[in-house]
């Protein structure tokens, strides 16, 4: 069982700048893929961000890439997206999830909501 928990959400004016952080469960962190999506009200859960286990490599959303960056800690089990230049359309609950099995994303986070104003 892992337990997932994001802090670090707020709200910001545009061109500003937060950081999230995820704490995660599990003897075996540094084994999981780890990713950050959003869902705006109305709108279908998307994919921000992930961080591969081995190696660390990042990919983004077309959205966000040079704007966000994904990083991991596995000595403190944590993943961070550090987000800059934002915009109101980045406004949205942010969910952190794990990816335990190579199959795909199988924890979830509770979310953590980050309004940007205009």
């Known amino acids: 069982q892992v337990q997932l928990v994001e802090s670090g959400g707020g709200l910001v004016q545009a061109g500003g700048s937060l950081s999230l952080s995820c704490a995660a469960s599990?003897?075996?962190?540094?084994?999981?893929?780890m990713g950050w999506f959003r869902q705006a009200p109305g709108k279908e859960r998307e994919f921000v961000a992930g961080?591969?286990?081995?190696?660390?490599?990042?990919y983004y959303a077309d959205s966000v890439k040079g704007r966000f960056t994904i990083s991991r800690d596995n000595a403190k089990n944590t993943v961070y997206l550090q987000m800059n230049s934002l915009k109101p359309e980045d406004t949205a609950v942010y969910y952190c999830?794990?990816?335990?099995?190579?199959?795909?994303?199988?924890?979830w986070g509770q979310g953590t909501q980050v309004t940007v104003s205009s």
């Open positions: 961080i591969r286990w081995i190696g660390g490599s990042t």
């Open positions: 999830a794990a990816d335990t099995n190579r199959s795909g994303f199988d924890y």
């Open positions: 599990g003897r075996t962190f540094s084994s999981y893929a």
